[in-house]
Each structure stands twice: as structure tokens, then as C-alpha cells.
């Protein structure tokens, strides 16, 4: 079993910054992806950014060039810095940690609000 805790979320204006951060507890060692999705009110979860133990990284083309994923492979901690945030960013971000079987798990998520 792997637990994930995210932290980060907040309130920013349109235009600003917000880091999040994902830490993986358990067996780690069976982690080959992490990444973020995200799911707006009304709608379904989505795809941010993931990143693999090598260091692929693959976005959402909605988030390319303002979105950064990053992570610390020894501790399996995921990072998503977030920048010039829009209104539709808005949502519920959830960390994703995907095992060498396939098998996904997911934090409880993290709200960012982003105000116009």
C-alpha cells in the first residue's frame, strides 16, 4: 500500500503562483509514476502532469509552460509549481502514485481557488 498527503493548496489571484507538494508513505519502492490530476466542479478528473522514476514528464497541454513538475526520486515526493494561474485552474488537485502493476493510488486532494 502507498499513502500520499498533498499540501499547497490556497487562494491566489489570476496571474499568481502556488507550489504544491505530494509525499508518499509505505511501499514506496513500487512507485514507477507520480503526478497530479485535478477535477473541476461538475466535471470529471483530469490529467495535469506525471512524471516517471526515470524523469519523463508528460502535461495537459492546458497547463504547458506554466506548470512545472518536479520531484525527489529517493523520497518520493512530487512537487507542482504553479504559475500565472488562471480562473480555470480552479479545481481539487490530487496526487497520483502509480505502482509498477498499474496500480493507482490517490491523496485526498488539495483545493486551488484562483480568483479573477
Known amino acids: 500500500q502507498v499513502q500520499l498527503v498533498e499540501s499547497g493548496g490556497g487562494l491566489v489571484q489570476a496571474g499568481g503562483s502556488l507550489r504544491l507538494s505530494c509525499a508518499a508513505s509505505?511501499?514506496?519502492?513500487?512507485?514507477?509514476?507520480m503526478g497530479w490530476y485535478r477535477q473541476a466542479p461538475g466535471e470529471q478528473r483530469e490529467l495535469v502532469a506525471t512524471m516517471t522514476v526515470s524523469g519523463t514528464t508528460n502535461y495537459a497541454d492546458s497547463v504547458k509552460g506554466r506548470f512545472t513538475i518536479s520531484g525527489d526520486n529517493a523520497k518520493k515526493s512530487v512537487y507542482l509549481q504553479m504559475n500565472s494561474l488562471k480562473p480555470e485552474d480552479t479545481a481539487v488537485y490530487y496526487c497520483?502514485?502509480?505502482?509498477?502493476?498499474?496500480?493507482?493510488?490517490w491523496g485526498e486532494g488539495t483545493l486551488v481557488t484562483v480568483s479573477s
Open positions: 497520483l502514485g502509480r505502482n509498477y502493476f498499474g496500480m493507482d493510488y
Open positions: 509505505g511501499a514506496i519502492f513500487t512507485i514507477k509514476t
